[in-house]
């Protein structure tokens, strides 16, 4: 039955993470089963004529309906999240599971499933945030979790309700390294960040734009090489996530340069703001306030430029949506300028939706990067770190038929009513962008088409991750001693 597609992708460009090819994509039953010249039948033909067809983007860093360090929740919900995703090129979220301190993980993940099951419009994973690392949770539950298909981990080592010491990451990496699963650090100092924001409120200097001070360039490339020194030690490859300057930026390409497995992760804020959108009037600084925060105009182009060499591996929203107004705002309860300061607002901007056409416009367009590199970063990279290649993140036979069709040339000027999120706010508002995604779908079926989400909730599957590859250790000792086997041999 060669011949028997439910669909035909004809007359466009396939763009891989390797290759460029004018072909066409046949599909059954949700999986692509012939890529070709000419290809004939299929119950349904879509033109793809003068249009890029890449794989779906896969957006492996977002907060979806989760409950904040702050205590707040991030305002997107299943529905909302994965509208926007779809709406912006993207068919699948690895969204976060969070511990709270004293939860169960299992039963943290029992309850972030009951948000997203049922709800998501396309399919989705999870990584587990690890606040609380038990005996319990490292010997037993991360073991059983990480079997099921939860292979990634994020740990962090600032804010208060979640970070973890250095002996408690060691824990995790040890832990991530025996069952094979993938660790994700925010690394930033916490005591830095802590130390300066006590002397910037005691100075009085409490509006948005001192969050960059506290958040000092140097608490950022401290943490990274923390991280990269405990992951050394423990003889494990780690995630650097939402780096944003120039040293931490240094300090992963030095790891990486000696041959550890230190991949690191940007973000569009690093890449489209800067530090003087925290100064916006009034307290209008807020919407781009987020961790690390935006910098300056020199880290941007260092930012890009560890795009463009290799040092980041991929490129996620970090979309963590708090509305500017109201009870899951960037205020929680409401804004007071009395009472209102840097350290008490909601850390986090959305980008779920112009991720990737940001990318493509002031990337692909402005020949920063090639069309495979941006394929790379937006989904097969994201799919090979967190073990679901080539199900996901590629254009191949075999794969799921989660294919993005791109208008190369269509310009569209952002606006906040134009996207399919859930917020009352963009921080890219008025930003000219070329490069548009005109239709795309999930598992063969048309989810997103001229500018209408079709895929209703409950379309999205949960979809089980695989340990990595990319997360095996190197097999390097400390000076000859295995630290987890105990065995010493340093002159062998
Ligand atoms: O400011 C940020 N990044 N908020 C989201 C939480 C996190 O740290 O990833
Ligand atoms: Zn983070
Ligand atoms: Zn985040």
Redesign the pocket.
């Known amino acids: 039955m060669l011949n028997g597609f439910d669909t035909v992708i004809c007359g466009g460009t396939v763009v891989t993470a390797g290759d460029s090819v004018p072909c066409d994509v046949g599909i059954r039953d949700g999986v692509i089963v012939a890529l070709g010249r000419d290809l004939p039948g299929g119950t349904r033909r879509i033109d793809a004529t003068g249009r890029l067809v890449l794989p779906g983007g896969i957006d492996a860093h977002c907060h979806i309906d989760q409950r904040s360090s702050a205590g707040g929740y991030t305002n997107d919900t299943w529905e909302s999240g994965t509208r926007a995703g779809l709406a912006g090129g993207t068919t699948m979220l690895i969204p976060f599971v969070a511990q709270v301190k004293g939860q169960s993980l299992h039963d943290a993940v029992r309850r972030y499933h009951e948000l997203a099951d049922g709800k998501a419009r396309s399919d989705y994973a999870f990584h587990l945030i690890v606040s609380d690392p038990t005996d319990e949770v490292l010997d037993r539950e991360l073991p059983a979790l990480i079997e099921a298909g939860y292979t990634s981990i994020k740990i962090?080592l600032t804010y208060e309700p979640l970070k973890l010491d250095d002996r408690q990451s060691l824990r995790v990496l040890e832990t991530a390294r025996r069952e094979g699963a993938l660790t994700m650090i925010?690394a930033e100092n916490h005591e830095i960040i802590a130390w300066l924001t006590e002397k910037l409120v005691a100075a009085g200097r409490v509006r948005p734009e001192y969050h960059r001070v506290a958040h000092a360039d140097v608490a950022e490339s401290e943490g990274a090489s923390r991280v990269i020194a405990l992951a050394e030690v423990a003889d494990v490859p780690v995630l650097i996530?939402?780096v944003s300057a120039q040293d931490a930026i240094a300090a992963i390409r030095r790891a990486q340069g000696r041959g550890q497995r230190v991949y690191a992760e940007t973000c569009p804020q690093y890449l489209f703001l800067t530090e003087t959108d925290l100064v916006r009037s009034g307290w209008e600084g807020a919407k781009c306030l987020c961790?690390p925060p935006p910098r300056d105009a020199a880290n941007q182009e260092l930012v890009w430029n560890g795009l463009i060499d290799g040092t980041f591996q991929i490129f996620s929203s970090?979309h963590a949506a708090y509305r500017f107004d109201g009870d899951r705002g960037k205020f929680s309860g409401g804004f007071d300028e009395a009472t209102a300061g840097f350290h008490k607002i909601a850390n986090g901007v959305p980008g779920l939706e112009l991720r990737l056409p940001l990318l493509f416009s002031e990337g692909v367009l402005k020949d920063r990067i090639s069309l495979n590199r941006f394929v790379e970063l937006s989904a097969t990279n994201a799919a090979k770190l967190y073990g679901v290649y080539p199900k996901k993140g590629t254009i191949a036979v075999g794969a799921d038929a989660d294919i993005a069709i791109w208008d190369p040339g269509l310009t569209r000027t952002v606006s906040i009513d134009m996207l399919h999120d859930d917020m009352d706010y963009t921080p890219y508002e008025g930003r000219v962008v070329t490069g548009w995604p005109v239709e795309v779908l999930v598992r063969g079926e048309t989810a997103f088409k001229d500018d209408v989400v079709v895929a209703a909730p409950g379309n999205g599957k949960f979809v089980r991750c695989e340990r990595s590859g990319m997360a095996r250790p190197l097999g390097r000792s400390v000076h000859g001693f295995e630290p987890s086997t105990g065995a010493f041999a340093p002159w062998s």
């Open positions: 962090y925010h996530v939402h961790s970090d």
